[in-house]
């Protein structure tokens, strides 16, 4: 088989696999919604009770987790490009033992290895610290998030969102997701029955499109090596760059740098052992309504502590520090879900088309 042909055959390989294992689908919580609400009502009550959570029968995912071994063996052989294919392949094993692990004590562990604080873990943190001390803002109008009839709600913006980029992706309603949107493949995902400002409608919406469907579409379009698949950290950089646009459209206020730092710090406070208990303390103690305080400790505690929260204003600062100092670069990370190493792999074969097309060194 031709080099192009095998690494084309790995890209649909790895993209499958990626979509199989749905990390962040299978850690979701079954029937979240009706355990936040007896968590609030217990917590005004006075009684401090541990979250109780239950998660969906995954799939079997060892044979899997083989098969990801040996293409990770195998495409070190292309050179350069076939690294990332390796280190994207190991990066997918490793969300199918996360998986596997949902709920036990080496969960926490496996997450710490998969979502990374660094390389800006101490400027993160400065960060994170003052972000959750802000102030509060005063309540605005809010319009559920599914309401048809609204121009301001986030169903209604992603819509317009989506027209303006020409995406083919559907909107789909889901009671149950732990955040207010996602982006899957070829759908976005949002949360039913949210209640949003239309400022934050339209943050989230650009956040969405603009930061996460629009790199899938270029990609798409382009076909350069993980198109589809995306790079390892790959989900990291495009958050941080989908936070960039935030700030570059005037759309991160207060409120939502607030939100940053508090999950930020409570992300960190789970990597060293914060019980559920302990979490909604800490947010409490920074003055977060309990309401708010109940949904960020879940948030960062599903599965038994992802945190995945924690690589958000480190991608933040990257992405800042390559816009400034690497401009070039930003167009290759602009282009699909690559991280910043990967980029400048890339960007290193662009002026060598047969390379990237064999995968040759």
Known sequence: MRPALRLATLERALSWSEQHIALLDRVRPVGLRAEQQRLMERWAAGRREPARLGYAAAPPLEPLRERLARIAHEVHAFGAVGGLYAARAEELRLEARLVQRRGTPEFARLAAQRY??????????????????????????????????APESLLRQIEQRLAEVGAPYRVELRAELSSVAAVGDGVVRLRAGAWLTAEEARRVAAHEVLGHVLPRLRAGRERWPLWAAGSASGVEAEEGRALL?????????????????????????????????????????????????????????????????????????TARRVRAEEPQLEVWLARGRYSVAAARVLRGLSDKPLALEAGAP
Request: net charge negative; glycine share 6%.
């Open 116 to 149: 990374r604080a660094e390389p800006s873990a101490a400027d993160a943190l400065a960060t994170a610290e003052r972000w959750a001390a802000l102030a509060p803002e005063a309540p605005a109008s809010r319009f559920r998030s599914d309401d048809g009839a």
């Open 245 to 317: 646009l935030e700030e570059r459209l005037g759309l991160m206020d207060d409120a939502r740098r607030r939100q940053l730092g508090l999950r930020h710090l409570l992300a960190l406070a789970t990597r060293e052992g914060a019980t559920f208990v302990e979490l909604v303390d800490v947010a409490l103690r920074l003055e977060a309504p309990l309401e708010q305080a109940l949904a960020l400790a879940l948030r960062v505690q599903r599965g038994g502590g992802l945190a995945r929260e924690i690589v958000y204003l480190p991608a933040l600062l």
